[in-house]
């Protein structure tokens, strides 16, 4: 499991658990203003022309989507490129492979700071662990919203 806990200002602390990364994308793509394409996509300059019934070879392809005709251009038609909103910037585009679970961070870290632990057992050395600055002064709130998370998951026994 995935344990995410997210720290919004002016709110109190939030704690949540996603099973995997599939899990993590549906349920960060599902309270995101942006669509889930904005959060992550992968495809090539030349599916992207085809959402537009178009294809590299055609003299308006060039005329009617200059970023995509250049994206085939500099990096060639069939070149898998990522798209990560809230990672690389409004409907950018790039070769350097983003996964899905960076793209959520990103994400989850634009709406305010938050923390995520990868396995179970982090999670729970994470809370059991005094000197993190994160559960200093009014950081037990957040201390207790991922412990009750971690009980309601039984990641924790309540004795």
């Known amino acids: 499991m995935i344990f995410v806990l997210e720290m919004p200002a002016g709110a109190d602390p939030r704690a ?3 099973f995997d990364v599939d899990d993590l994308v549906r349920k ?3 309270n995101d203003p942006l669509q889930a394409w904005e959060i992550w996509d992968q495809a090539s300059a030349r599916e992207l022309l085809e959402l537009f019934d178009l294809r590299p070879e055609q003299a308006e392809a060039a005329v009617a989507c200059p970023g995509i005709h250049a994206l085939g251009e500099e990096y060639g038609w069939d070149t898998p490129l990522y798209r990560a909103d809230h990672l690389l910037g409004r409907g950018a585009y ?3 492979p983003v996964n899905e679970a960076q793209a959520c961070v990103a994400a989850l870290e634009a709406r305010g700071p938050c923390r995520l632990w990868w ?3 982090e999670a729970v050395l ?3 662990k005094d000197d993190d600055p994160l559960w200093a002064g009014p950081g ?3 201390r207790w919203a991922l412990r009750e998370q971690l009980l309601a998951t039984e990641v924790l026994a309540d004795n």
């Open 119 to 121: 396995h179970e057992a």
């Open 140 to 142: 037990w709130k957040a």
């Open 28 to 30: 960060v793509t599902a």
């Open 16 to 18: 949540w658990f996603a």
């Open 94 to 96: 790039r070769a350097e």
């Open 126 to 128: 994470a809370m059991e």
